[in-house]
């Protein structure tokens, strides 16, 4: 009635390094990626995010790339020609005929506000 152990052994023992290979090939293929951990899109929910640039102001915007953005009420910079619609800067000062406003910067780096 003994029973060999070795194959249970050595088929744990494949297992065990098998996914420990998974765990540290993730991890190195994530390395440089900054990924951190999940984000959930909520439209009601203020912006809170440490790692917008901050521009003075709507014209040094021109080193953008160009585009389509849109500027909120905040300050904060949207880029519109992603579907996700990602926040990618903040503005120290925006007026208020700046804000709620669709701008587009052309190759050039040229400013200009898009009518609706």
Do not use: C
Request: glycine residues 6%.
């Amino acid at each position: 009635m003994a029973k060999n152990k070795r194959g249970e052994h050595f088929s744990f023992a494949l297992l065990v390094v098998v996914f420990s290979m998974a765990i540290f090939s993730i991890a190195f293929l994530s390395e440089d990626s900054n990924l951190t951990g999940l984000a959930v899109y909520e439209q009601d929910a203020t912006y809170v995010n440490q790692n917008l640039l901050v521009y003075d102001n709507v014209n040094s915007l021109r080193t953008l790339a160009s585009g389509n953005y849109y500027l909120d009420t905040d300050g904060v910079v949207y880029w519109l020609d992603d579907s996700s619609k990602p926040p990618i800067a903040k503005l120290s000062y925006i007026s208020e005929s700046q804000k709620n406003r669709k701008i587009h910067i052309d190759n050039e780096g040229n400013l200009g506000y898009l009518l609706d």
